[in-house]
């Protein structure tokens, strides 16, 4: 991919003079900026959250959309406009449509949530579904903007659209009374975040913009990292609304100017993050909404961070109720709260009391698995609560000078994910059992087409598949494979088109499973 063109000081004044021209204060208010106090008690530091959650359609996306469609020429407005989304995009353009008059067509995938097409179609909006993901959507809309003669508004990749998302470093600059050492910003495509530091850095240069991604969509910080946009192959969508592979040329241009740092966090650490402002809000933010909180968390646990004032703009709240309880879950382990154990015990008498003896009698126990399957020595899959990861090591060693062989599992995916569910699952039937977790995009009938291309002739020994609402399945397969099929397998697998981690040597699935 070309190296893209580099901002120049006339361009960067220019989106200065955009935002302060803005028209997004015709349909929005400017939007509060409020203390976690629990959360800066914890970090000792000031933490304040940018609330675009309360925004009128849940999410900041409303301020570029708006901005974009109210400074179309009255011919272009007339003619109408499209986009291409299965979210806060949607929303954001719908509501525009509605104030301006102007009709609107939302190019939806197929396998969009009912709630959010629901919510787009009560807009008064043309809603089009079409194809399976967000690619296949956006070919469909620009093919219907030529066909129809509509106007294009993009989700991130105009000046206009990061124009309107800067009204919120304008916003914060002038709540912030006293002193600021951060603004952290969940990115995407990165129209937020160019928007937030192309205003924050002409007037406060000494304000770090700090910009968080999963690390599992991470393009813009790839990107960054590269000095050319990097497009990534495949995308986490646990955070869908920063579920970009390709970050725009405009917002890479502007980001690269202004942004001092981007911080990766995992799916536990934003689940941890959804709690927390929670805990302190009662507000329940979708992943990309907690996403920045997330990245504070992190920056503010470095040495010497201690006493400083950060801002984390709280993006968005459009979350799906069923997907609460995969959140819960992974809160406590994210937030460090939770630590869980492979404890190897004697099989006989007394074990057990010697082992909640190690435990303690004030430590909670958040889950406790055993199943008889040797005579001599017991797997017991034992979830703790904790402190701290320090704590969880203490725990382990305990464990060990007790005589009680531990094997740390808080960040064994495998274990999170399935294994947990699955102890006692024990067998002496599947010989030559190789182990594979996968990941499918979750939708109406994706299970039912994942066990079919699952067929080729090996038998299936173990499987292991929850639904929590995630837009993503996970599913742990075991199978019967001889070791001169071996090769066929791996290729069998690599054509299959979906994300697939060997776990065939996993040690918690050699203590319990296997």
């Known amino acids: 991919m070309p190296h893209t063109r580099p901002l120049t000081d006339a361009e960067a004044t220019a989106y200065l003079k955009r935002i302060l021209t803005s028209r997004v204060y015709d349909v929005v208010d400017e939007t509060p900026l409020d203390a976690a106090p629990g959360l800066s008690a914890r970090l000792g530091s000031t933490v304040l959250l940018k609330r675009e959650d309360l925004q009128s359609v849940f999410s900041f996306k409303i301020r570029g959309a708006y901005n974009t469609m109210a400074k179309l020429s009255p011919q272009a407005r007339a003619a109408g406009v499209i986009a291409a989304s299965a979210g806060n995009h949607a929303q954001g353009v719908a509501r525009a449509a509605s104030v301006l008059g102007c009709h609107a067509v939302i190019v939806m995938p197929t396998t969009t949530p009912q709630l959010k097409v629901d919510a787009v179609r009560a807009a008064g909006v043309e809603v089009v579904l079409h194809g399976d993901s967000y690619s296949d959507a956006g070919a469909h809309a620009a093919a219907l903007a030529h066909e129809r003669g509509l106007t294009m508004v993009h989700p991130f990749d105009d000046p206009d659209v990061i124009a309107g998302q800067g009204t919120i470093g304008m916003e914060i600059l002038r709540q912030v009374t006293g002193p600021l050492d951060a603004v952290f910003v969940a990115v995407g495509g990165g129209g937020l975040i160019s928007g937030i530091a192309a205003y924050v850095k002409a007037l406060r240069p000494d304000v770090k913009v700090i910009g968080v ?54 799916t536990d650490a934003v689940c941890a993050a959804i709690k927390d402002v ?37 993006c968005g709240a459009n979350m799906d109720f069923d997907r609460l309880r995969f959140v819960a879950e992974r809160a406590e382990i994210g937030e460090q709260r939770e630590a869980v154990f492979a404890v190897t015990i004697p099989e006989q008498r007394g074990s057990f009391r010697k082992l909640l003896e190690v435990i303690g009698p004030g430590r909670e126990v958040t889950e406790f698995n ?62 030559d059992e190789v182990l594979h977790r996968y990941e499918f995009p979750e939708r109406p009938g994706a ?68």
């Open 213 to 266: 991604q999963t690390d599992d969509s991470d393009a813009m910080a790839r990107s960054l990292e590269a000095g050319h946009r990097v497009e990534l192959e495949h995308v986490g969508l646990f955070s869908d609304g920063t579920a970009v592979r390709l970050v725009g040329e405009e917002t890479f241009r502007v980001a690269s100017a202004f942004v001092d740092e981007m911080i990766r966090v995992d």
């Open 278 to 314: 929670f805990t302190d809000t009662r507000a329940i933010l979708e992943p990309a909404g907690a996403l920045a909180v997330a990245g504070l968390k992190e920056y503010a646990a470095r040495p010497g961070s201690a006493g400083s004032t950060y801002v984390a703009v709280a």
């Open 370 to 431: 055993y199943r008889i399957a040797d005579s001599d020595t017991a797997h017991v899959f034992v979830g703790l609560q904790v402190r701290g990861r320090d704590e969880a090591r203490r725990l382990a060693q305990g464990f060990e000078d007790a005589g009680l062989p531990a094997l740390d599992l808080t960040d064994d995916e495998l274990a999170k994910l399935h294994l947990r569910h699955l102890v006692g699952g024990r067998t002496t039937l599947a010989d």
């Open 447 to 514: 299970l039912v087409r994942f066990l079919a291309a699952m067929a080729p002739g090996w038998n299936i020994s173990l499987f292991h598949y929850r639904g929590h609402g995630s837009d993503v399945g996970r599913v742990l397969v075991g199978m019967q494979v001889p070791p001169s099929d071996r090769a066929a397998f791996d290729t069998f697998r690599e054509t299959l088109g979906y994300r697939s981690w060997d776990e065939t040597d996993n040690p918690a699935y050699r203590q319990f499973l296997r």
